[in-house]
């Protein structure tokens, strides 16, 4: 009980994307020790049923006897290696995608970029005919069309963001993002084509959110409403006192204040040097638009 209460404790004080790799980790332990478990008994039929539990199928009938498979496909991994880059890739560029967005849109774009990634394979399985005969058994999992979104969506919100490569040196993420397109998703195509088709789907949900953001819209704020309302539910509730009272701003809180204040220039000007003036979301150019009208 005592180490439960440690990965809970762990989880909660846990940011989203260390919560996003924690789970991929967790479902993957899980399938080991089932798999383990069949091959002890002699049984491996138990163990990839339950693999296809959490697989999503390119049938559209199957689809409809288990879809949640379009979430749970993105968490499952069965290769040591498949996780492992995955997790690499989701927590390198995670780490910049929270630089200059906030952590609920992380989740928001790493779930619909892995929703988008299975409707691309289950329409494309569905339309090619060379697809035709593996439909009934055709599934796909892995995370790697949700990290790809996240990938795309960063490297075009800050297109001109320098990352320091091992033996190459100081490189646009854009260029990082385009080859990582390109070796997971076109090269050798016809090897695990329904992959690179979901793969896809990511990077294009991934570009399209960014657009969409650029111009004000939130592509996933509908999502984030659907968490934050299972979260409530699941929240236990506690009673509040409230407390209200006025008192003078001493100088001590006008300076802290106005420190605070221009800590939040000093990291939005930090942003428009790295990235320029477009990367910078709608609320932080309203500021700086009024800190300037303030100053003329």
């Known amino acids: 009980m005592a180490l439960w209460q440690d990965i809970k404790k762990t989880f909660s004080a846990a940011n989203n994307l260390n919560r996003l790799i924690y789970i991929n980790i967790a479902v993957f332990l899980f399938l080991s020790v089932v798999s383990i478990a069949a091959y002890l008994f002699n049984n491996e039929t138990i163990s990839l049923k339950v693999l296809k539990w959490f697989s999503v199928p390119a049938s559209f009938k199957a689809l409809a006897a288990k879809p949640w498979t379009l979430i749970t496909y993105m968490f499952t991994h069965k290769d040591i290696l498949h996780i492992l880059f995955n997790m690499l890739w989701l927590y390198w560029f995670g780490k910049i995608f929270l630089e200059y967005l906030d952590q609920r849109k992380l989740v928001a774009v790493y779930i619909l970029g892995g929703i988008s990634g299975a409707i691309i394979y289950i329409l494309s399985f569905n339309v090619f005919p060379v697809f035709t005969s593996l439909i009934p058994e055709s599934v796909a999992i892995g995370a790697s069309a949700s990290v790809l979104a996240v990938v795309v969506a960063i490297a075009a919100y800050v ?19 385009i080859g990582i397109f390109i070796l997971t998703s076109v090269m050798d195509f016809s090897v695990n084509s329904g992959g690179k088709l979901a793969h896809m789907g990511g990077a294009l949900f991934g570009y399209l959110y960014t657009v969409n953001l650029r111009k004000g819209r939130d592509a996933a704020r509908w999502l984030n409403r659907i968490i934050d309302s299972i979260v409530t539910i699941f929240k236990p509730r506690k009673k509040k006192m409230r407390v209200t009272y006025n008192r003078k701003k001493t100088d001590y809180d006008y300076n802290k204040a106005k420190a605070e204040r221009q800590e939040q220039i000093n990291r939005i000007l930090d942003k428009i040097s790295k990235g320029g003036y477009d990367s910078l979301t709608k609320e932080e150019k309203d500021l700086l638009f009024t800190e300037s009208q303030k100053k003329n």
Do not use: F, S
């Open 159 to 177: 297109p001109n963001y320098p990352v320091h490569l091992l033996l190459i040196g100081r490189v646009k993420i854009l260029w990082i993002a």
